[in-house]
């Protein structure tokens, strides 16, 4: 079975524009959620999505928002990027939500 | 408020010595904790995971953790480590209900030397 895969892994982008990544979970895995990672804040939940639905979002500013799609695919969305956005961002699937998450190989994100 | 504190940020050892990372958790209720492992620019990698029942659990790559209720402790063992071992480890605890969210330790850097 194919693993979390990520794209792209990774982008470079100047700040005050957008950016879009992209997580395709494991086959049969419906929930979704993503973390960002830096060296000076750690692992940091971002938000979760299940059957198409935002269920819990972390305490990240409204520039961060996320959708899932019917086949379990997500995206997130940075606007207005900023220098402190630069980061390696996350994603996880499980199948339903329940404790054990199973990550992709990232995508980082730098911005200039 | 729900926590995992990883004392240990940088630990080295010897190819061939014992392994223990330590890490310790604060939830309310039963706690749902696992140990990933990290390599240079990849994700994490589930090493193992703790739910219920037996408090000594087996993960891959001869990795073992022993949940300790009384010390809210959770700490990871390796008999044996191997230079290919070399990464960062975390701790995490699963906080599910409203949240249901991973919370993550701030890491064990892990240097293997020859």
């Known amino acids: 079975k194919a693993g979390v895969t990520q794209t792209p892994r990774y982008l470079i982008k100047t700040r005050g524009q957008q950016v879009t990544l992209s997580c395709s979970p494991i086959?049969?895995?419906?929930?979704v959620s993503w973390y960002q990672q830096t060296p000076g804040q750690g692992l940091q939940f971002l938000f979760e999505?299940?059957?198409?639905?935002?269920?819990n979002k972390g305490n990240f500013p409204g520039r961060f928002s996320g959708r899932q799609f019917s086949n379990s695919r997500s995206e997130m969305n940075v606007s207005t990027l900023e220098l402190g956005d630069s980061a390696l961002y996350l994603c996880?699937?499980?199948?339903?939500?329940?404790?054990?998450?199973?990550f992709g190989p990232g995508t980082r994100l730098t911005v200039t | 408020a729900q926590s995992v504190t990883q004392p240990d940020i940088h630990i080295t050892v010897s190819e061939g010595a014992s392994l223990e990372l330590r890490c310790n958790y604060s939830?309310?209720?039963?706690?749902?904790l696992f140990w990933y492992v990290q390599s240079p620019g990849q994700g994490l990698q589930l090493l193992l995971k703790?739910?219920?029942?037996?408090?000594l659990v087996q993960g891959i790559k001869g990795f073992e953790a022993e949940f300790k209720r009384s010390q809210s402790s959770f700490n990871l063992r390796k008999p044996s480590v191997h230079w290919s071992d070399a990464a960062e480890y975390f701790c995490?605890?699963?906080?599910?209900?409203?949240?249901?969210?991973?919370?993550f330790g701030t890491g064990t850097l892990l240097a293997v030397q020859p």
């Open positions: 996880a699937s499980t199948i339903e939500g329940l404790g054990e998450q199973y």
């Open positions: 995490a605890v699963f906080t599910g209900g409203a949240t249901n969210k991973l919370i």
């Open positions: 999505y299940f059957s198409e639905t935002q269920r």
């Open positions: 939830y309310g209720a039963t706690p749902y």
């Open positions: 086959s049969g895995h419906r929930s």
């Open positions: 703790y739910f219920s029942g037996d408090t």
